[in-house]
């Protein structure tokens, strides 16, 4: 089918759409196929059937053409929304690396302004050890005298040496490689530390003033205690297996009925008149370490 002869059946199709009145229009069909018959060998049947295609694509458009409209609108507004928020985020993204140094600084500065202060109650103090320690921050002559740190937890060998912990209560913490050269734990006032169940497996306890001190079922192993001052100390159930330059003369301010129900090495348990024992590990010594998730660490918490 050629073009011309293509738009010559538009051509008529056109005309024969716009006969307002049916027996008109039906006449002039039949009449103008007659002629496409003849002249194009264009049969009435066909000529028919291509006049109807041409009457329901034309009662289309109208609404289709609305259709379309709105949909190319909502395009458009989708389109720009989407620009509005990738604008957006970007800002956002932007302002959040632009200010995360200065928001770190000042949460790190509001940390340390809480350890320094008079909070004896409450996690914020606890929290907030944790919280500098977490991010590499030099713990040494931190004062928490008296202060509530039960379940401390600071994994990864803290600084704390000379830290001040006199008369706190670390219940159940864990120091396990801590550096606590020179700490203080001991009685302040009329407040007793209490170090009960406190993990220091491999910590450094040289010169640790640890009398008149709550630690029973306390972990020792591994723990320097070189010099460390047990006088007086509460040591049922501490566990001192494998410690390192502890001496019996250490114990010579401690009660007998108390050292007697703690744990030593076999020489040591000779020493000072006890029987070598195999019992199980103190309690302190099933302390685990605290483990952050990756996000808390990547967004600063």
Known sequence: ???????????????????????????????????????????????????????????????????????????????????????????????????????????????????????????????????????????????????QLNGLNLPGRAQLQEADFRGANLYHAYFQGANLYRSKFANYGMNLTNLEGVNFQHADLRLAECYVVNMQFACFNGANLEGAIFDNAYVVGADFRGARFLTAAQFRKVKEIDYRRALFDDELSRELGLQPTDAKPAVGCEIARRNRSWWLAFVGL
């Open 1 to 147: 089918m050629s073009d011309n002869f293509r738009n010559q059946l538009l051509t008529d199709f056109e005309y024969l759409a716009q006969i307002p009145k049916l027996f008109d229009r039906e006449y002039e069909l039949i009449r103008r196929a007659q002629t496409f018959e003849e002249t194009h060998n264009l049969s009435a049947d066909e000529y028919r059937h291509l006049f109807e295609l041409y009457l329901r694509d034309k009662s289309l458009p109208d609404w289709l053409e609305k259709i379309a409209a709105v949909n190319e609108r909502f395009r458009l507004v989708t389109q720009t929304l989407q620009g509005i928020t990738y604008v957006a985020i970007l800002i956002s993204a932007l302002q959040f690396i632009y200010g995360f140094q200065e928001r770190q600084t000042q949460i790190l500065n509001d940390k340390w302004d809480i350890v320094a202060s008079d909070i004896r109650i409450g996690s914020s103090k606890r929290n907030a050890i944790e919280y500098l320690h977490d991010r590499d921050e030099l713990l040494s002559n931190i004062e928490a005298v008296n202060a």
